[in-house]
């Protein structure tokens, strides 16, 4: 639109100074063609007094210098060809003057035309691009809101995970509590009986359940840390689509809603 618009600013100048240059034309000929009605006019005043003199006249005298033709002098010939190509040359730019006028309407119509088509085409891409920028938006709100619940499961789950792993810390404690009394037992009463043999795998398998909640609790927090670079990367995008449609739709279309009209574009108003 706004090479569109340049290219019609360029057009109209260059046609502009092709109306001053006629115009310029038409005042020229306009002066030449009434300077020759003028000298008609004196010459017809002075042949018409000239036809009045009689014999009997008042005012005529001698003027024995006059006798003769004038150097300058036109002959018939020359003085009707000069009329005949004052008026030529006068109904020629006449003539381009009509024909500037309707190519200077034509363009005024044509440019305001292609300007209106043009302002509709930008319009209706503004339209569509609010549409898409709008649709984006609620897909980006329903993804952080799917975020935000994933968020809160993930901080429960951690909640449980740091539970579990306390929990795990009494029968930790009565296991090595009795493993560490045991190892107190006299002389061949420190025997690797069933009951320790059962106490070390208890020992085991509880320091095996421990290491995989704290694993858990590591991905898990680290999972949480992701949601929340998701959540801040989401609410940032869907402030920058806000921020977008309110320029595009509050401000711009808001500026193009006083787009001239087209009879103000071809300069009718």
Known sequence: EVELIRNVQELLKRTLMQAVNQMQLNRDHKQTCEMDW???????????????YNNQSTNIQFHPSSSKFEESASTPET????????IYRAERERLASI??????????HDTAEDLHLQCAAV??????????????????????????KEIGDQENNIAALKQAIKDKEAPMKVAQTRLYDRSFRPN???????????????????????ESLKQ?????????????????SLEKEIAVKSNSIFIDRQKCMAHRTRYPVVLKLAGYQ
């Not at 003028?38 to 009045?52: A, F, L, Q, W």
């Not at 061949?188 to 421990?210: G, K, M, Y």
């Not at 858990?216 to 801040?232: F, I």
Request: hydrophobic fraction near 35%.
């Open 188 to 210: 061949v009463e420190l025997c690797r009986d069933p009951a320790q043999f059962r106490l070390i795998s208890e020992v085991e398998e509880l320091t095996e359940s421990i």
């Open 216 to 232: 858990k609790l590591l991905e898990a927090e680290q999972s949480l840390r992701n949601l929340e670079d998701t959540r801040m």
């Open 123 to 148: 319009n209706e891409a503004f339209a569509k691009r609010c549409e898409e920028m709008e649709d984006a938006k609620h897909k980006l709100e329903h993804h952080l809101k799917k975020t935000l």
């Open 38 to 52: 003028s000298d008609k006019v004196e010459t017809y005043n002075i042949d018409d007094k000239c036809g009045r």
């Open 99 to 108: 024909n500037l006028r309707l190519l200077i309407d034509n363009i005024l």
């Open 79 to 86: 003085w009707a060809k000069f009329s005949h190509d004052n």
